[in-house]
Antibody, heavy 128, light 104 residues
Framework: EVQLVESGGGLVQPGGSLRLSCAAS????????MHWVRQATGKGLEWVSA???????YYSGSVEGRFTVSRENAKNSLYLQMNSLRAGDTAVYYC??????????????????????WGQGTTVTVSS | DIQMTQFPSSLSASVGDRVTITCRAS??????LNWYQQKPGRAPKLLIY???SLQSGVPSRFSGSGSGTDFTLTISSLQPEDFATYFC??????FGGGTKVEIK
């Protein structure tokens, strides 16, 4: 069964740090780009960060410089290191996979297939 | 950064109705547009990628169209299980604010 399972959420004080993990199973993890998406209670979805299958990293402006995404293909795991946390970072954090195909032409063409598998989410609460 | 705007933010409809949700990008994104459905307490579910490609297992009453800056998600005949919140997304990044589809 294709599955993503997040862990590592919890209560942290403003300015603190937390590391989220996402364990993948049932598919070839190394072949997929991976995302972190968050959702505050009663609010919409906010894209946070992504890491490509080749290790390139991307961040939203709201977390750049504070969060670091990484992956460990040998362990089928995705991580999000969150530092300098703020109240506005309080949310459910989801990991999700996306298949991306890149042509070898110049310039390359990217084919995106959407986030088709999501975890159940882990809750991060930033409060004193 | 490109901003994604959805409208309406909510709508009321009856079973069997044709429903259309609009998503507008602040600048052209070609056809790099996805749609997701989310029900309360659940993770989002991918419905459509690349503007109009139906994700495997998604009923054919869902369809997507558009290009450039203006996109639509259409549900041809609303079913009871379709009452949910729908989000558009520029491929790989920003989401729209969501459209809640409620029972009339």
């Amino acid at each position: 069964e294709v599955q993503l399972v997040e862990s590592g959420g919890g209560l942290v004080q403003p300015g603190g740090s937390l590391r989220l993990s996402c364990a993948a199973s049932g598919f070839t993890f190394s072949s997929y780009d991976m995302h972190w998406v968050r959702q505050a209670t009663g609010k919409g979805l906010e894209w946070v960060s992504a890491i490509s299958s080749t290790g390139d990293t991307y961040y939203s402006g709201s977390v750049e410089g504070r969060f670091t995404v990484s992956r460990e293909n040998a362990k089928n795991s995705l991580y999000l290191q969150m530092n300098s946390l703020r109240a506005g970072d309080t949310a459910v954090y989801y990991c999700a996979r996306e298949r991306v195909i890149t042509t070898t032409g110049i310039p390359p063409v990217y084919y995106y297939y959407g986030m088709d598998v999501w975890g159940q989410g882990t809750t991060v609460t930033v409060s004193s | 950064d490109i901003q994604m705007t959805q409208f309406p933010s909510s709508l009321s409809a009856s079973v069997g109705d044709r429903v259309t949700i609009t998503c507008r990008a602040s600048q052209s994104i070609s056809t790099y547009l996805n749609w997701y459905q989310q029900k309360p307490g659940r993770a989002p579910k991918l419905l459509i990628y690349g503007t109009s490609s139906l994700q495997s297992g998604v009923p054919s009453r869902f369809s997507g169209s558009g290009s450039g800056t203006d996109f639509t998600l259409t549900i041809s005949s609303l079913q009871p299980e379709d009452f949910a919140t729908y989000f558009c997304q520029q491929s790989y990044t920003a989401f729209g604010g969501g459209t809640k589809v409620e029972i009339k």
